[in-house]
Structures are given as C-alpha cells and as structure tokens.
C-alpha cells in the first residue's frame, strides 16, 4: 500500500501562485506516474497535470502556460507550481501515483481563488 499526501493548498487572490507538494511512500517511486487532478464543486474530477518516469509532461488545456509540474525522485515528491490562478483554478487538488492499472490517491488539498 502507498500512502499519498498533498500540502501546500489555501486561499489565493485571483493572479496569486501556489505551490502543492505531494510525498509517496514507496521505494520505487520513480516507476510511478504522477498526476495531479482537481474536483470542483458539481463537477468531475479533472486531469490538471502529469508527469511520468522519464519525465514527460501533459496538462490540461486549462493550465498550459501557467502551471509546472515537476518530480523529486529522490525526495519521493512530487510539486505543481500554479501561477496566474484564476476563479475557476478553484477546487479540491488530489495527488494521484499510478503504476499498471494500480491507483493511488491523496486525501487533497483545497484551493480556492478568491478576492
């Protein structure tokens, strides 16, 4: 079983950055893709970004240009830098560590973009 845990999230003014992390506990962390997805209110669960072992990354439309997702291999960890953020950025951010069809999850992080 591989624990997941988010930190960074909190109340942002529209324009501001945040930076979430997120450690795993496994000891072949590098072979897992990293992702982070969000969940707003009254709406599914999103793709926001992924990197995977070789260090390729993909995002949503949404974010490209204003977020950075980047990994730690040797910390366990796993970052999103989130600059520009705007209104809709609100949500529930969650870490996800993928390997195979297995999937694991953070508990997420809340951020909320508001004046």
């Known amino acids: 079983q591989v624990q997941v845990v988010e930190s960074g999230g909190g109340l942002v003014q529209p324009g501001g950055s945040l930076r979430l992390s997120c450690v795993a506990s496994?000891?072949?962390?590098?072979?897992?893709?990293m992702g982070w997805y969000r969940q707003a209110p009254g709406k599914q669960r999103e793709l926001v970004a992924r990197?995977?072992?070789?260090?390729?990354?993909n995002y949503a439309d949404s974010v490209k240009g204003r977020f950075t997702i980047s990994r730690d291999n040797a910390k366990n960890t796993v970052s999103l830098q989130m600059n520009s953020l705007k209104p809709e950025d609100t949500a529930v951010y969650y870490c996800?560590?993928?390997?195979?069809?297995?999937?694991?999850w953070g508990q997420g992080t809340q951020v909320t973009v508001s004046s």
């Open positions: 996800n560590a993928a390997l195979d069809l297995v999937n694991y």
């Open positions: 496994s000891s072949i962390f590098s072979m897992y893709r």
């Open positions: 990197i995977i072992t070789g260090g390729t990354t």
